[in-house]
Protein backbone atom coordinates (compact mmCIF):
# COMPACT_ATOMS: atom_id res chain seq x y z
CA UNK A 1 0.00 0.00 0.00
CA UNK A 2 1.40 3.52 -1.09
CA UNK A 3 2.10 5.57 2.43
CA UNK A 4 4.11 8.55 2.20
CA UNK A 5 7.38 7.25 3.04
CA UNK A 6 6.94 5.08 -0.37
CA UNK A 7 6.04 8.21 -2.34
CA UNK A 8 8.67 10.55 -0.56
CA UNK A 9 11.48 8.07 -1.42
CA UNK A 10 10.40 7.52 -5.22
CA UNK A 11 10.15 11.33 -5.54
CA UNK A 12 13.48 11.53 -4.35
CA UNK A 13 14.73 8.95 -5.87
CA UNK A 14 13.74 10.26 -9.34
CA UNK A 15 13.97 14.05 -8.91
CA UNK A 16 16.46 14.22 -6.20
CA UNK A 17 17.35 15.53 -2.84
CA UNK A 18 14.52 17.82 -1.32
CA UNK A 19 14.86 20.69 0.82
CA UNK A 20 14.25 19.91 4.97
CA UNK A 21 11.45 22.34 4.71
CA UNK A 22 10.04 20.97 1.98
CA UNK A 23 9.94 17.13 4.27
CA UNK A 24 8.61 18.80 7.16
CA UNK A 25 5.73 20.20 4.64
CA UNK A 26 4.98 16.87 3.45
CA UNK A 27 4.70 15.06 6.73
CA UNK A 28 2.47 17.86 8.04
CA UNK A 29 0.45 18.99 5.55
CA UNK A 30 0.31 15.99 2.48
CA UNK A 31 -3.18 16.17 1.73
CA UNK A 32 -4.06 12.66 2.32
CA UNK A 33 -0.77 11.30 4.20
CA UNK A 34 -0.06 14.89 6.16
CA UNK A 35 -0.49 14.49 9.94
CA UNK A 36 -2.85 16.99 10.70
CA UNK A 37 -4.72 15.97 7.61
CA UNK A 38 -5.78 12.74 8.94
CA UNK A 39 -5.66 12.98 12.45
CA UNK A 40 -7.60 14.25 15.25
CA UNK A 41 -4.58 15.94 17.30
CA UNK A 42 -4.42 17.39 20.78
CA UNK A 43 -6.04 17.06 23.92
CA UNK A 44 -5.08 13.38 25.97
CA UNK A 45 -5.75 11.40 23.26
CA UNK A 46 -3.39 13.18 20.65
CA UNK A 47 0.35 13.06 20.61
CA UNK A 48 0.63 16.76 22.40
CA UNK A 49 -1.29 19.04 24.62
CA UNK A 50 -0.97 22.82 24.14
CA UNK A 51 -1.82 25.88 26.91
CA UNK A 52 -5.72 26.34 25.78
CA UNK A 53 -6.23 22.95 26.29
CA UNK A 54 -5.04 22.77 29.45
CA UNK A 55 -7.17 25.75 30.66
CA UNK A 56 -9.83 28.57 29.96
CA UNK A 57 -7.39 30.72 31.98
CA UNK A 58 -4.71 30.70 29.22
CA UNK A 59 -7.17 32.27 26.59
CA UNK A 60 -9.18 35.05 29.06
CA UNK A 61 -6.23 36.31 29.78
CA UNK A 62 -4.73 36.82 26.63
CA UNK A 63 -7.95 37.80 25.57
CA UNK A 64 -7.47 40.77 28.40
CA UNK A 65 -4.19 41.62 27.36
CA UNK A 66 -5.83 42.61 23.46
CA UNK A 67 -8.59 44.52 24.75
CA UNK A 68 -6.53 46.74 26.87
CA UNK A 69 -4.42 46.81 23.81
CA UNK A 70 -7.81 48.45 21.57
CA UNK A 71 -8.58 50.78 24.47
CA UNK A 72 -4.78 51.57 24.18
CA UNK A 73 -5.40 52.19 20.82
CA UNK A 74 -7.99 54.30 20.92
CA UNK A 75 -10.85 51.65 20.60
CA UNK A 76 -11.24 51.64 16.87
CA UNK A 77 -15.03 50.69 15.59
CA UNK A 78 -14.04 48.18 13.07
CA UNK A 79 -10.66 45.61 13.35
CA UNK A 80 -10.05 42.46 12.55
CA UNK A 81 -9.22 39.67 14.72
CA UNK A 82 -7.23 36.41 13.45
CA UNK A 83 -5.53 33.54 14.84
CA UNK A 84 -3.26 31.36 12.81
CA UNK A 85 -3.12 27.93 13.21
CA UNK A 86 -6.50 27.46 15.74
CA UNK A 87 -5.79 23.95 16.33
CA UNK A 88 -9.33 22.74 17.79
CA UNK A 89 -10.77 26.27 18.03
CA UNK A 90 -10.12 26.50 22.16
CA UNK A 91 -7.85 29.25 22.46
CA UNK A 92 -10.59 31.74 20.14
CA UNK A 93 -13.72 29.77 21.77
CA UNK A 94 -12.19 31.43 25.40
CA UNK A 95 -11.16 34.43 24.20
CA UNK A 96 -14.48 34.89 22.79
CA UNK A 97 -16.51 34.26 25.47
CA UNK A 98 -14.23 37.02 27.48
CA UNK A 99 -14.80 39.38 25.01
CA UNK A 100 -18.29 39.14 25.51
CA UNK A 101 -17.67 41.24 28.48
CA UNK A 102 -16.54 44.11 26.10
CA UNK A 103 -19.46 44.25 23.78
CA UNK A 104 -18.16 47.29 21.31
CA UNK A 105 -15.11 45.04 21.08
CA UNK A 106 -16.95 42.19 19.75
CA UNK A 107 -19.23 44.87 17.03
CA UNK A 108 -15.97 46.05 15.96
CA UNK A 109 -14.27 42.32 15.44
CA UNK A 110 -14.42 40.92 11.97
CA UNK A 111 -13.22 37.52 12.75
CA UNK A 112 -10.50 35.55 10.51
CA UNK A 113 -8.97 32.21 10.99
CA UNK A 114 -5.65 30.95 9.37
CA UNK A 115 -5.62 27.07 9.38
CA UNK A 116 -4.00 24.77 6.81
CA UNK A 117 -5.82 21.43 7.64
CA UNK A 118 -9.29 21.08 6.64
CA UNK A 119 -9.68 18.34 9.51
CA UNK A 120 -9.33 21.10 12.38
CA UNK A 121 -10.96 23.78 9.70
CA UNK A 122 -13.99 21.41 10.89
CA UNK A 123 -13.69 20.86 14.38
CA UNK A 124 -13.16 24.77 14.97
CA UNK A 125 -16.57 25.18 12.82
CA UNK A 126 -18.46 23.22 15.11
CA UNK A 127 -17.09 24.77 18.58
CA UNK A 128 -17.56 28.24 17.33
CA UNK A 129 -20.72 28.15 15.31
CA UNK A 130 -22.27 30.74 17.36
CA UNK A 131 -19.89 33.79 15.45
CA UNK A 132 -19.17 34.50 11.87
CA UNK A 133 -15.53 33.69 10.76
CA UNK A 134 -13.90 33.59 8.31
CA UNK A 135 -11.72 31.06 7.25
CA UNK A 136 -8.18 30.74 5.22
CA UNK A 137 -5.85 28.17 4.37
CA UNK A 138 -2.75 31.35 4.37
CA UNK A 139 -2.44 34.92 5.60
CA UNK A 140 -5.01 36.86 3.57
CA UNK A 141 -4.27 40.25 3.10
CA UNK A 142 -6.65 41.95 5.40
CA UNK A 143 -8.84 45.09 5.54
CA UNK A 144 -7.31 48.63 6.19
CA UNK A 145 -7.92 48.25 10.11
CA UNK A 146 -6.13 47.55 13.06
CA UNK A 147 -5.25 43.91 13.40
CA UNK A 148 -5.34 41.78 16.43
CA UNK A 149 -3.48 38.58 16.17
CA UNK A 150 -2.29 35.27 18.09
CA UNK A 151 -0.83 32.21 17.28
CA UNK A 152 0.43 29.50 19.94
CA UNK A 153 2.58 26.54 18.45
CA UNK A 154 1.78 28.25 14.66
CA UNK A 155 5.58 28.89 14.12
CA UNK A 156 6.98 25.77 15.72
CA UNK A 157 4.84 24.13 13.24
CA UNK A 158 6.22 25.58 9.89
CA UNK A 159 9.03 24.03 7.82
CA UNK A 160 12.24 25.25 8.38
CA UNK A 161 15.70 24.96 6.87
CA UNK A 162 18.96 23.65 8.69
CA UNK A 163 22.29 24.82 7.58
CA UNK A 164 25.51 23.19 8.42
CA UNK A 165 28.62 25.61 8.63
CA UNK A 166 31.84 25.00 7.25
CA UNK A 167 34.19 27.44 7.70
CA UNK A 168 32.22 30.53 6.86
CA UNK A 169 29.61 28.88 4.66
CA UNK A 170 26.38 27.81 5.62
CA UNK A 171 25.16 24.34 3.37
CA UNK A 172 21.50 23.67 3.20
CA UNK A 173 20.97 20.31 4.61
CA UNK A 174 18.66 18.45 2.24
CA UNK A 175 16.83 14.61 2.33
CA UNK A 176 18.15 12.17 0.37
CA UNK A 177 17.61 9.01 0.08
CA UNK A 178 20.02 5.61 0.82
CA UNK A 179 19.68 1.76 1.17
CA UNK A 180 15.57 2.82 0.18
CA UNK A 181 15.22 4.94 3.68
CA UNK A 182 15.73 8.78 4.00
CA UNK A 183 18.59 10.26 5.23
CA UNK A 184 20.17 13.90 6.06
CA UNK A 185 22.11 15.15 3.13
CA UNK A 186 23.94 18.53 2.10
CA UNK A 187 23.83 20.71 -0.72
CA UNK A 188 27.00 21.53 -2.43
CA UNK A 189 26.75 25.07 -3.29
CA UNK A 190 26.66 26.98 0.33
CA UNK A 191 23.55 29.03 0.72
CA UNK A 192 24.22 33.42 1.77
CA UNK A 193 21.82 35.19 3.53
CA UNK A 194 21.48 37.99 6.04
CA UNK A 195 20.08 36.00 9.02
CA UNK A 196 22.93 33.41 7.98
CA UNK A 197 25.38 36.45 8.12
CA UNK A 198 24.28 37.01 11.48
CA UNK A 199 25.15 33.35 13.06
CA UNK A 200 28.53 34.06 11.90
CA UNK A 201 29.30 35.37 14.84
CA UNK A 202 27.94 33.35 17.58
CA UNK A 203 28.90 29.66 15.68
CA UNK A 204 31.38 27.74 14.78
CA UNK A 205 32.86 24.99 12.25
CA UNK A 206 30.25 22.24 12.05
CA UNK A 207 27.42 24.33 13.99
CA UNK A 208 23.88 23.37 12.55
CA UNK A 209 21.56 26.03 12.62
CA UNK A 210 17.82 26.85 11.83
CA UNK A 211 15.96 29.45 9.58
CA UNK A 212 12.14 29.75 10.07
CA UNK A 213 11.56 31.43 6.36
CA UNK A 214 8.40 30.94 6.11
CA UNK A 215 7.96 32.67 9.89
CA UNK A 216 9.81 35.25 8.99
CA UNK A 217 7.80 35.74 5.89
CA UNK A 218 4.38 35.72 7.86
CA UNK A 219 5.93 38.15 10.29
CA UNK A 220 6.98 41.22 7.71
CA UNK A 221 3.30 40.79 6.87
CA UNK A 222 1.82 40.82 10.04
CA UNK A 223 4.35 43.42 11.19
CA UNK A 224 3.67 45.79 7.67
CA UNK A 225 0.12 45.75 8.51
CA UNK A 226 0.33 46.28 12.10
CA UNK A 227 2.97 49.33 11.54
CA UNK A 228 0.61 50.80 8.74
CA UNK A 229 -2.98 50.02 10.33
CA UNK A 230 -1.95 49.40 13.96
CA UNK A 231 -3.05 46.46 16.27
CA UNK A 232 -0.84 43.98 18.32
CA UNK A 233 0.16 40.22 17.33
CA UNK A 234 1.30 37.64 20.27
CA UNK A 235 3.43 34.73 19.06
CA UNK A 236 3.70 32.30 21.84
CA UNK A 237 5.57 28.95 21.38
CA UNK A 238 8.76 26.71 22.44
CA UNK A 239 11.33 27.85 21.56
CA UNK A 240 14.27 31.08 22.51
CA UNK A 241 15.56 34.56 20.82
CA UNK A 242 18.11 32.12 18.86
CA UNK A 243 18.69 28.70 18.90
CA UNK A 244 22.17 26.45 18.28
CA UNK A 245 21.90 22.83 16.56
CA UNK A 246 19.35 20.56 15.36
CA UNK A 247 15.95 21.16 17.05
CA UNK A 248 13.57 19.20 15.00
CA UNK A 249 11.75 16.74 16.99
CA UNK A 250 9.12 14.43 16.01
CA UNK A 251 6.63 12.89 18.29
CA UNK A 252 4.25 10.04 18.62
CA UNK A 253 2.27 8.19 20.98
CA UNK A 254 3.69 11.31 23.43
CA UNK A 255 7.19 9.87 22.57
CA UNK A 256 10.02 11.27 20.88
CA UNK A 257 11.50 9.49 17.47
CA UNK A 258 13.22 9.64 14.33
CA UNK A 259 12.00 12.30 11.93
CA UNK A 260 12.23 10.06 9.64
CA UNK A 261 10.74 6.60 11.08
CA UNK A 262 7.28 7.31 9.51
CA UNK A 263 6.28 10.30 7.62
CA UNK A 264 2.81 11.24 8.13
CA UNK A 265 2.62 9.42 11.56
CA UNK A 266 4.47 11.94 13.21
CA UNK A 267 3.66 15.21 14.57
CA UNK A 268 7.38 17.24 13.27
CA UNK A 269 8.28 20.71 15.10
CA UNK A 270 11.37 22.46 15.55
CA UNK A 271 12.24 25.50 18.79
CA UNK A 272 10.82 28.94 17.40
CA UNK A 273 14.30 31.85 16.92
CA UNK A 274 11.77 34.44 17.80
CA UNK A 275 14.94 37.08 16.78
CA UNK A 276 13.95 36.14 13.18
CA UNK A 277 10.27 37.13 13.48
CA UNK A 278 10.74 39.84 16.01
CA UNK A 279 13.58 41.49 13.29
CA UNK A 280 11.89 40.96 9.99
CA UNK A 281 8.52 41.94 11.02
CA UNK A 282 10.29 45.65 10.65
CA UNK A 283 7.59 47.07 13.74
CA UNK A 284 8.08 48.03 17.27
CA UNK A 285 8.57 43.99 19.47
CA UNK A 286 8.50 43.38 23.02
CA UNK A 287 11.03 42.01 25.13
CA UNK A 288 10.80 38.13 24.64
CA UNK A 289 9.24 36.84 27.70
CA UNK A 290 8.71 33.60 29.61
CA UNK A 291 5.07 32.22 29.17
CA UNK A 292 5.34 31.93 33.19
CA UNK A 293 5.88 35.58 33.30
CA UNK A 294 3.36 36.51 30.82
CA UNK A 295 0.85 34.63 32.48
CA UNK A 296 1.64 35.89 35.69
CA UNK A 297 1.93 39.55 34.81
CA UNK A 298 -2.00 39.17 32.96
CA UNK A 299 -2.66 37.75 36.83
CA UNK A 300 -2.91 34.33 36.53
CA UNK A 301 -3.02 33.69 39.81
CA UNK A 302 -5.76 36.28 40.85
CA UNK A 303 -7.82 34.45 37.70
CA UNK A 304 -6.92 30.69 39.12
CA UNK A 305 -7.78 31.44 43.22
CA UNK A 306 -11.16 33.37 42.15
CA UNK A 307 -11.96 29.93 39.53
CA UNK A 308 -11.08 27.79 42.61
CA UNK A 309 -13.63 29.20 44.91
CA UNK A 310 -16.26 27.43 42.98
CA UNK A 311 -14.16 23.93 42.76
CA UNK A 312 -13.79 21.25 44.93
CA UNK A 313 -12.21 17.41 45.19
CA UNK A 314 -10.55 15.82 41.47
CA UNK A 315 -12.18 19.45 39.65
CA UNK A 316 -9.79 21.53 42.33
CA UNK A 317 -6.85 19.26 42.19
CA UNK A 318 -6.43 19.32 38.33
CA UNK A 319 -7.21 22.87 38.35
CA UNK A 320 -4.44 23.06 40.64
CA UNK A 321 -2.19 21.74 38.35
CA UNK A 322 -3.67 22.61 35.23
CA UNK A 323 -1.80 27.00 36.71
CA UNK A 324 0.92 25.06 37.72
CA UNK A 325 1.46 23.49 34.34
CA UNK A 326 0.88 26.55 32.53
CA UNK A 327 2.96 28.41 34.87
CA UNK A 328 5.99 26.29 36.35
CA UNK A 329 9.55 26.83 35.26
CA UNK A 330 9.85 23.26 35.61
CA UNK A 331 6.73 22.77 33.09
CA UNK A 332 5.51 24.99 30.48
CA UNK A 333 6.50 28.54 32.43
CA UNK A 334 9.83 28.65 31.27
CA UNK A 335 10.22 26.65 27.75
CA UNK A 336 7.63 28.40 26.04
CA UNK A 337 8.19 32.31 25.42
CA UNK A 338 5.83 35.09 24.37
CA UNK A 339 6.44 38.19 21.86
CA UNK A 340 4.23 41.13 20.87
CA UNK A 341 4.83 43.17 17.89
CA UNK A 342 3.04 46.46 18.03
CA UNK A 343 2.60 50.06 16.14
CA UNK A 344 6.39 51.73 16.63
CA UNK A 345 4.31 54.71 18.20
CA UNK A 346 2.09 52.72 20.72
CA UNK A 347 2.22 51.53 24.13
CA UNK A 348 4.07 47.52 24.71
CA UNK A 349 0.69 45.76 25.09
CA UNK A 350 0.02 43.84 28.89
CA UNK A 351 2.13 41.22 29.82
CA UNK A 352 5.02 42.74 28.04
CA UNK A 353 8.21 44.87 28.53
CA UNK A 354 9.57 46.85 25.63
N1 LIG B 1 -3.00 26.95 18.38
C1 LIG B 1 -3.52 25.63 18.67
C2 LIG B 1 -2.95 24.52 17.80
C3 LIG B 1 -1.48 24.44 17.62
S1 LIG B 1 -1.01 23.15 16.47
C4 LIG B 1 -3.37 25.34 20.13
O1 LIG B 1 -2.69 26.09 20.80
O2 LIG B 1 -3.96 24.36 20.62
C5 LIG B 1 -0.65 24.00 14.97
C6 LIG B 1 -1.83 24.52 14.21
O3 LIG B 1 -1.36 25.20 13.06
C7 LIG B 1 -2.80 23.49 13.69
O4 LIG B 1 -4.09 24.05 13.73
C8 LIG B 1 -2.32 23.27 12.26
O5 LIG B 1 -3.26 22.69 11.42
C9 LIG B 1 -1.98 24.68 11.88
N2 LIG B 1 -1.01 24.81 10.82
C10 LIG B 1 0.17 24.16 10.71
N3 LIG B 1 0.84 24.59 9.63
C11 LIG B 1 0.07 25.53 9.04
C12 LIG B 1 0.22 26.36 7.90
N4 LIG B 1 1.30 26.28 7.14
N5 LIG B 1 -0.76 27.24 7.61
C13 LIG B 1 -1.87 27.33 8.39
N6 LIG B 1 -2.06 26.57 9.49
C14 LIG B 1 -1.12 25.68 9.81
Redesign the pocket.
Known sequence: MKNLKSILVNQIKSEGPIPVSRYI?QC??HPIFGY?TKRP??GGKGDFI????ISQMFGELIAMSILQTWIDQGSPSQIVLT??????G??MADMLRTFKMCPEFLEAAEIHM????SN?RRIQEAKLQEYKISWH??LPSFEKRHLFLI????F???PIEQFLREGDNFFKRTVKVSDGNLEFGLEKKPTKNYFLDLRLSDTSNGDIIELNL?GAKISRNIGDHINNFGGVAIFIDYGDWRSLGDTLQAVKDHEFCNVFVSPGELDISAHVDFEILALNSGCAFSKLTTQGVFLERLGITERANNLAKSLKGKALESHIAAHRRLTHPEEMGSIFKALSLFPKNSPCPPGFEQ
Open positions: ELLYIFTSPEELGPGRTLVEASLEKANEFDALS
